[in-house]
């Protein structure tokens, strides 16, 4: 089958008369166009079609209409009208194309069904391309380009070429534009389409106070009433829980899967921004690309506070290694659900809704229905890096993520794994299309990296807790020392190779451990603990010090108390000698003793303090 590009003016009216079969099969009829209307803009100004014709039948596969706006027209899209702007549009608010900015607008954007999948799109899209390069090399510069979308067909459509969402009107459609970075990116048609379908999944390590109680009361809601929630999010939730339930109970030794809950926190639009990531310098030019629903499942073990949240995106619609780059960047959005209009950070709505933090970092689960076209975005993948990116251009050339693209660490034959410490890129033999399958199929590998990831956060945790204790120099007594030994004791299990029945399961466990580095992180919590043993023990050694000191200067007090009779007794005789009544001789010795302690303990002090600065001083602080 072949096909042909052309412009519109290459044709003449009659020629428009072929979009009307393809606006039927797209379109709901109250978007169908008046020919009248159509004919009366293209009278006004001919560059604005790209065409792709069938060369057998002559039949339109499929077409872009799009022209400049006049100011009004432009306003009333970018801000000014809240209901789509579409057949009612004049011919006197259709422009010439000028020399100093051009605004365009793409009044419909239409594949006809029968030739959707087969490249038409593709060449629909290289065609409108080239046509705004030529408009350039003639003197007309495009400064943006203004869209609305009525279908999730038209909506990929813009987002593959790089539009990102304006607005959404009170008819339900949204706007979309492409301008700066976007624009250039489109014009240098620097596009990105994945060879390949995918599940995006993250699984986050959390953690709590131990005075926190919400997550308990929801886990025991959830226990009592089953999953909460309607419709196929819920149904999905459920459905997560349940398989993952059924792998721990399966493949893992008792001991551990009796300490372990599960409960679905329900469902959240994740926002799809780009790389430059303009949202952080002010949140009202958030770059919306995209919002992916994604449903998250938490697997709490609640004696150790300790949590890995599994959140699944199916069918994720937009760049993988985008939103891998978000995570690593800190940048998980969603939108507010008390505020649909607005996004708020995941993390921080976790924690107000919850009680949990972050307690470690992040790992990517990618679930690719066939590897990418290139090593060099596998390797992406395994970077967590955007292979797309807006901000800065780099290729990643790095040896270690090279050989690691390179390196399959499966255990079994219906799959491929690839492993680094910020992601996991499995390749199924078979991608179902139904994504209750894929989920049951990927849980079993699932549940191999959650409980790998487990020990990642243990460990994690509690260096966490001895770095703040080093930082803010508390006090470090033994007993403190063996609060935080006896926490991490809790999570001993998490390390036991024994914990999966079957070798390869085990297997699994120890290629999972090593990508994401739990020898490293434990290594690190050696040496805090190192240290730690080290502050302990010189703190007690002052402490004693101080404690043999104390008893000296009480040893010394009392023996000097013991001798006031004999004292007494000699003062006595004297003042009988000198005429001096007798009586007051113990009251002098007891003024004497009193003064001369006192005076003792002061220069006891002094000595000491100085002590205790010639120690700081040696300590280099």
Known sequence: MTFSVLYGEDVDVAFLSKLDPVDEA??????????????????????????VLDDATQELAGYINFFPCEEGLYKDNLSECDYIRDDDITPDEVAPYRHDENHLFII???????????????????????????????????TDIIGTAVSPHGKKALRNMLFRELRQLSDGNTVFICD???????????????????????????????????????????????????????????????????????????????????????????????????????????????????????????????????????????????????????????????????FVSFYEYLRLTYG???????????????????????????????????????????????????????????????????????????????????????????????????????????????????EERSDISPRVKLAIDEEYGKTVRFWEDQNFKYLAAQYESQAIREAFLNAEIRDMYNEHQEYLEHVVSVKAAIADNRNATILSVAATVLAVISIKPFIVDLLKALYEFLGIEAVYAETSVSFGLFGGIVVFLLLVLLYMRRKGNDHRFGQGR
């Open 26 to 51: 797209c379109y709901d009829p109250k978007y169908w166009g008046e020919a009248a209307n159509t004919i009366a803009r293209y009278e006004k100004n001919r560059q604005q079609f790209v065409f």
């Open 180 to 342: 700066d970075t976007h624009l250039e990116k489109l014009l240098l048609n620097d596009l990105f389409f994945p060879s390949y379908k995918a599940d995006y999944w993250m699984m986050i390590p959390l953690a709590e106070h131990e005075a926190n109680l919400r997550v308990s009361r929801l886990l025991e809601e959830c226990q009592a009433n089953g999953p909460q929630g309607e419709g196929k999010d819920a149904q999905l939730g459920a459905q997560m829980v349940e398989a993952l339930q059924e792998r721990l109970s399966y493949e893992c030794t008792n001991k551990v899967v009796e300490d372990i809950e599960l409960a679905c926190l329900g469902s959240f639009d994740f926002l799809h921004t780009t790389d430059d990531y303009k949202g952080l310098e002010d949140p009202d030019q958030e770059t919306v690309v995209n919002t992916n629903r994604g449903t998250a499942v938490l697997v709490a073990h609640r004696k150790t506070h300790m949590f890995i949240l599994a959140v699944m995106l199916p069918r994720y619609a937009n760049s993988v290694t985008q939103m891998e780059d978000q995570v690593s960047y800190g940048y998980v959005r969603i939108r507010d659900p008390r505020n649909p209009q607005q």
């Open 356 to 470: 949990l933090h972050r307690c470690g970092q992040p790992k990517n689960l990618l679930y690719l229905s066939n590897l990418p076209a290139t090593q060099q975005e596998l390797a992406n993948m395994l970077a967590a890096e955007a292979v797309d990116n807006y901000g800065r251009t780099y290729t990643l050339k790095s040896p270690e993520l090279n050989e690691l693209a390179a390196t399959d660490r499966s255990q079994y034959e219906d799959y491929q794994v690839y492993l680094s410490s910020r992601a996991i890129v499995y390749v199924p033999c078979k991608f179902a299309p139904d994504a209750e399958l894929r989920m049951q199929d990927i849980s079993d590998y699932l549940f191999v990296a959650v409980i790998t990831l487990f020990q990642n956060t243990a460990l994690e945790k509690v260096n966490n807790r001895v770095t703040v204790i080093l």
């Open 108 to 142: 419909s954007l239409c594949v006809h069904p029968r030739y959707q999948g087969g490249g038409v799109i593709k060449l629909l899209t290289d065609g409108f391309i080239a046509y705004l390069n030529r408009l350039e090399e003639q003197g007309y510069p495009i």
